[in-house]
């Protein structure tokens, strides 16, 4: 259905270009409806704060889904992403007296190597990443737990939340940051080798294999990045709220694959775009921010959550099927 | 045992020497000092039956699998693969049956497929790879476009690109697994110039096929295998089928004519009409209390999914057919073991048996009503079932609850037969009954089927071996293109019917 | 290299092996803790673990047929805030009722998911752990329950009482483990469980029907959960919105320590019981220790990672022979 956008098509007249992007991602129609329906509910939500506010808020499962994109489209699955958040966060605060930038490098290179770890137990042992992930997901929640202890953490300096409250102009920095990885995202799964074999270990592992393709090391990047992404989506959080507890970032995961399905990845990989995924993750802030302005309780927001996903599993069995 | 070769004649040098080659399976001996020479600029055809080791030799040949005896010498040196990449290193590949690409990525990315150019940045070098692609289409002589999705190609498109790796990796040999299989005519055509185009250019071309108009077509000189062993080499245009065939069979086999006469009873099932989606297209056919139908035609031609489609295991849109003169729908399995249907499949362990269950357990599992009291299973019942067949069948088993993973391929299947008579079903299709079977193993389920067909079960026999069918059948039928192409009763079988059957268009 | 060194001159299979380490790493909490052997100790542990010991027998009917269910923790939750919330208004005859109804409900809702629209068991069981999670939430308005009067209601019978010196939940874990081992070891029901998750294709050649099968395991798996949920309630007097939170890992990595294959086709109630408990034991040993709640999440992670290792490495070691 929605295949990656080839290089060629840099060729073609823009407005043509723009219609073909649409085409093959239903998501960002879903996005203009979401914000005409909005829009008509209650007049706060078309206003540039309201927005840029959509943006920020996106950034955060954003990151997430950005770096599980391509773990995806390799076949694969990294349940474990919304622990790493809370890790990074709990790192990043706690650490802040051996200073500003060794704290955050120290918590996003932890998710790093756990994303490594979970992507060299995939490889080498060859369980499933569902499993191996799952109980990561556990796992590291215990270790953000087991660092952290039962508390709350707060920062004894205000640099981390006067990085959060970066902006330029309407934009918070949070938010253009979350853009950037969109596109450079885009770009390596576009443009690069490591992209495109991405693209062919999803699409027909046998014949990488075969012809010769890094697939473990492929695999095992895709993983690390993932992990990594997951770490500065924890500095972030921690960023915007100056505080970290253990138990943040529950339930991310499954926003960020919802994000990543909605937006056109298939499950069983090989295909999928950043573009999609991004369309996806505004589209579901879009929904939650708008369902909060128009005062629907935040315990409905697990139900549809649940329903969303679910709806997911059912188009993405309906589009891609063999 | 090296054929008289006449490679004097021929100007390209000996591009690969296969020397006394043997590899041994649990069980059977597929290869037996198997020995063969390829020239450069030569089509050279490996023919055989069924089970003759044609793909085991071209496996090993392209380092999926490794030799238990003898060497390969590929271009002047002694090679030992290990894997099929270090094959295609080295300048070997082998082109499957089955289409390996990437369908969601374009006809370049797969013909560079793990060589992608790219620059210092890692980004990809499109113009690079586009230009050497219009090279390699360009010297192959196809017609292919570089930026086409390689999955939305019709299938003899998506061989072009599979030909064109070679092309783009220099390849001297290029091994081809019954390419024409899932071809069309036109299509075969355009394969046969794309080859002639490589053999120009002086690779050398092992081809493997059991369809003898086709290598007549295309080859230099053939090959022969039978049984794991090497026949003999043949100068093609020095010979007609005949001479091949002779070869590839070699044995006398019991001419099905001289056989008694068999009175078959009623009609069991008879099918007026039934069209499997993708393979056949309104066929009909019946089989008679006390007959065994064979069902002969190639790989791919749809035998087994019509199987399937009695069997209540794939849906059909246009079915109707009569159990002993009545209408009925199979809608599913459960319906066809009710009514009185047994399917041996043909693939035995994805499909025949649960590896890590006993052979009890495995043979009672269709007829599981039988062994039960209000839900309750009869361990006695089902170890009596179980001996009562180990015993007829002579299976060579450890016990009723042992796991049947590690038997013999000949016992597996005769507990996959043990699971259906257990059944006593009216009617037992046998798909490919004694495949990767051990020859003493396969003389004996021959015979217990004749013994079934005596006793009045109907059957049918889905095979792609030649002598099976003209051993077994009372009457057989030839399935080609989709349609049903012949109908011989026992007095008109013979090699020649049927090969006219999968021939004729 | 190592781990061929130590198992080769004992003949252990690769999962003997991950057990046996367990083994040792329990041996040697008891050094540290000899308290936890008391019997008032064991007691209560196997208390404690009749709920999660439950819910595990309905695990391993789904895992047996070769699929997961996550949607449990939530479920337990759902079902113990009903009960605990109905008890008070409507009897406690009719909140156990509603609550073994939902567990039923949900469990035909899981079923239809997986083995009717055939979606991957893993993401729609876990959509389901959100959804139910948010009609928890959603039913009692972010609040816990409470029973107000504990000590005059018959309800508590099941979650505190003793009969002949043993505690209730204990003796509906044994009733339940020998009436469910029965079910899978010697009914025709059982079989085809074992054959789908053995080889759910060979299983179809032979006229199973295997849709209807996985969604009786579904069913199963709910209405157990329903019933671990009426005893904790009891047990508790109370329910969080949380209560189950985190369950279903915990009783998935018990059933597959018993032995059961996250591959299909091989596991028993029994041993899954046992694995359950063997956990509880080890949670109990590193409480006594002083270790906090949360160091049990980390051995789920390596349990789940060395067993489902151990038994993929024996079937390749199998295959290859």
């Known amino acids: 259905m929605m295949s990656q956008v080839s290089a060629h098509e840099t060729h073609m007249m823009p407005f043509a270009k723009v219609i073909n992007v649409a085409k093959r991602n239903p998501i960002w129609l879903v996005l203009v409806v979401l914000i005409a329906l909005f829009s008509f509910q209650t007049p706060y939500f078309l206003t540039v704060f309201n927005l840029s506010n959509i943006l920020y808020q996106a950034a955060l499962i954003g990151f997430l889904a950005v770096g599980l994109t391509p773990v995806l489209i390799n076949g694969n699955v990294d349940l474990s992403v919304g622990a790493m958040v809370a890790l990074s966060a709990c790192l990043a605060v ?85 853009v950037i990885f969109v596109v450079v995202f885009q770009i390596m799964l576009s443009r690069t080798a490591h992209g495109r074999n991405t693209y062919a270990i999803g ?104 329903l969303t996903l679910i709806i997911a599993l059912v188009l993405d069995r309906q589009f891609n099927r063999e | ?273 039934i069209t499997v989606p993708g393979f056949i297209d309104q066929a009909e056919l019946s089989v008679h209390a006390g007959e065994i139908l064979g069902m002969y035609g190639l790989v791919g031609a749809g035998r087994s999914e019509l199987a399937e489609v009695i069997f209540g295991l794939r849906d059909s849109p246009d079915v109707s057919m009569r159990w002993h003169g009545k209408p009925v729908k199979i809608s599913s399995p459960s319906d066809a073991v009710r009514l009185g249907i047994g399917l041996v499949p043909e693939d035995r362990k994805d499909h025949g048996l649960i590896l890590d269950m006993g052979g009890a357990t495995n043979m009672t599992l269709p007829a599981l009503r039988a062994v039960q009291h209000f839900g309750f299973i009869s361990r006695d019942k089902e170890v009596r079932i179980f001996e ?37 079903p009216d009617l037992l299709i046998l798909d490919e009954p004694t495949r990767g079977v051990d020859v003493g193993a396969k003389a004996e389920i021959h015979r217990l089927i004749s013994e079934l067909a005596k006793a009045g079960m109907a059957i049918i026999v889905i095979s792609s071996e030649m002598p099976e069918i003209l051993l077994l059948s009372d009457r057989a039928i030839v399935i080609h293109n989709g349609r049903v192409t012949r109908e011989l009763p026992r007095a008109q079988l013979s090699e020649q019917t049927l090969v006219e059957g999968i021939t004729s268009t | 290299m190592l781990l061929q060194i130590i198992r080769k001159p004992f003949h252990l299979s690769y999962y003997q092996l991950v057990i046996a380490f367990f083994g040792l790493a329990l041996i040697g909490i008891l050094f540290v803790a000899p308290t936890m052997l008391s019997p008032d100790n064991i007691k209560l542990v196997l208390r404690q673990g009749s709920i999660p010991a439950l819910m595990a027998i309905g695990v391993t009917f789904v895992v047996i047929s070769g699929r997961l269910d996550l949607s449990i923790g939530s479920l337990l939750s759902l079902c113990a805030i009903l009960i605990v919330d109905l008890h008070d208004k409507v009897g406690p005859v009719i909140a156990i009722g509603a609550g073994l109804g939902i567990g039923l409900l949900v469990g035909c809702v899981n079923g239809f998911l997986v083995a009717v629209l055939r979606l991957n068991p893993l993401i729609a069981t876990l959509g389901m752990l959100s959804l139910l999670q948010g009609i928890s939430l959603i039913y009692s308005d972010g609040r816990n329950a409470l029973i107000m009067d504990p000590e005059n209601t018959w309800f508590s019978f099941i979650g505190r009482s003793y009969i002949a010196g043993i505690p209730v939940p204990i003796i509906i874990l044994i009733i339940a483990t020998i009436g469910f081992s029965i079910l899978l070891r010697y009914t025709t029901f059982g079989r085809k469980i074992y054959a789908i998750g053995g080889n759910e294709a060979a299983s179809r050649y032979s006229g199973i029907n295997a849709k209807r099968i996985v969604f009786s395991c579904y069913v199963i798996s709910g209405l157990m959960t329903a019933v671990a949920a009426v005893v904790f309630s009891s047990r508790v007097m109370g329910a969080q919105n949380n209560s189950g939170s985190g369950l279903e890992l915990y009783v998935l990595s018990g059933v597959i320590l018993g032995g059961a294959s996250l591959f299909g086709g091989s596991g028993t109630i029994l041993l899954s019981v046992v694995g359950v408990m063997i956990l509880e034991f080890i949670q109990n040993g590193l409480l006594i220790v002083g270790l906090p709640y949360y160091t049990q999440w980390i051995l789920t992670w390596i349990v789940i990672i060395a067993i489902v290792w151990s038994d993929l490495a024996s079937k390749r070691y199998r295959e290859h022979q």
């Open chain 1, 94 to 178: 706690s650490l802040q007296h051996i200073g500003f930038v060794p704290a955050l490098v120290i918590a996003v290179l932890a998710c790093t190597c756990l994303g490594l770890l979970n992507g060299i137990i995939v490889e080498y042992t060859g369980v499933n990443s569902f499993i191996v992930t799952l109980a990561a997901m556990l796992g590291v929640r215990g270790l953000a737990f087991l660092y952290a202890g039962d508390t709350s953490l707060s920062s004894p300096t205000s640099d981390l939340m006067e990085l959060g409250m970066m902006a330029v102009g309407p934009l918070s920095a949070t938010a253009i940051v979350f």
């Open chain 1, 203 to 306: 699409g027909n592992r046998a014949a990488c294999e075969n012809a010769g393709v890094h697939v473990r090391r492929n695999v095992i990047v895709n993983f690390a990045v993932s992990g990594t992404m997951a770490g500065i989506a924890g500095v972030s959080m921690a960023a915007q709220l100056g505080a970290a507890t253990p138990s943040y970032g529950a339930e991310y995961e499954l926003w960020a694959i919802i994000a990543i399905v909605l937006g056109g990845t298939s499950l069983q990989g090989g295909r999928g775009t950043m573009i999609g995924t991004f369309g996806a993750v505004l589209a579901l802030a879009a929904l939650r921010n708008g369902l909060n302005l128009i005062q629907v309780s935040g315990f409905y927001v697990l139900v549809i959550l649940g």
């Open chain 2, 1 to 273: 045992m090296k054929a008289n070769d006449k490679s004097s004649q021929r100007a390209g040098e000996i591009s690969l020497s296969v020397n006394g080659i043997s590899k041994r399976f649990p069980g059977v001996l597929a290869l037996d000092k198997v020995s063969v020479d390829v020239h450069a600029g030569e089509v050279h055809a490996i023919c055989g039956e069924n089970g003759a080791g044609k793909s085991t030799l071209m496996k090993v040949i392209a380092g999926n699998y490794r030799a238990d005896e003898g060497d390969l010498v590929f271009r002047g040196v002694k090679i030992d693969l290990r894997s099929p990449l270090q094959a295609k290193e080295l300048g070997i590949l082998l082109i499957h049956q089955e289409i390996s690409l990437v369908p969601e990525l374009t006809v370049a990315e797969n013909i560079f497929l793990g060589s992608l150019p790219y620059n210092r940045m890692g980004f990809v070098d499109w113009q690079q790879l586009y230009r050497r692609t219009e090279e390699v289409i360009a010297k192959a002589g196809f017609k292919l476009s570089a930026k086409d999705i390689a999955g939305e190609l019709p299938v003899a498109r998506q061989q072009m690109v599979e030909i064109a790796r070679a092309v783009a990796l220099q390849s001297s040999l290029v091994i081809f697994d019954e390419p024409t299989a899932s071809l069309t005519e036109a299509e075969a055509k355009a394969l046969f110039d794309t080859i002639r185009q490589l053999k120009e250019n002086g690779v050398a071309i092992l081809y493997i096929s059991h369809k003898l108009p086709e290598i007549l077509q295309i080859s230099d000189r053939v090959s022969v295998l039978r049984d794991g062993r090497y026949q003999g080499t043949l100068q093609t245009d020095e010979v007609d089928e005949n001479a091949i065939t002779a070869l590839m069979i070699g044995r006398h086999l019991e001419n099905p004519n001289d056989r008694p006469a068999s009175h078959p009873g009623d009609e069991v099932l008879s099918i007026d009409r």
């Open chain 2, 388 to 424: 009562d067949y180990r015993e007829k069948l002579q299976i060579a088993a450890r016990g009723p609850f042992a796991s049947v993973r590690t038997l013999s391929g000949g016992n597996q299947q005769k507990i996959v037969l043990g699971k259906w008579l257990s059944t006593h």
